[in-house]
């Protein structure tokens, strides 16, 4: 019995990043924070999107720990990540 092969094409997946770099006080960070020398950078609104990562100091972040809303990210940990840690929000849309 032959088995059945089916071809498809892949999924189209874009992918938005932010990166920021802490200022050593703030728990939000808009688009306007991010690093100048990448240029411009966007935080798509989270519902236009399929899912998000976020990276504070190279460690992938559990999701209770942030927020994303159109343009900004609210971290919600006790910690504020001393300055000249990198901040980096990827976001998947498939």
């Known amino acids: 019995m032959a088995k059945k092969v089916c071809n498809r094409p892949p999924r189209k997946v874009e992918v ?6 802490s200022d050593g006080c703030s728990r939000i960070y808009k688009e306007n924070d991010g690093v100048n020398e990448i240029g411009k950078q966007q935080i798509p609104d989270p519902m236009k999107v ?3 990562n976020l990276f504070i100091n190279g460690v992938l972040q559990p999701k209770e720990m942030y927020e994303v809303e159109k343009g900004e990210i609210r971290l919600k ?6 300055i000249g840690v990198p901040i980096m929000l990827q976001m998947f849309k498939f």
Do not use: C
């Open 77 to 82: 940990s006790e910690d504020i990540p001393i």
């Open 16 to 21: 938005f990043e932010f990166y920021a770099i």
């Open 50 to 52: 399929s899912y998000n």
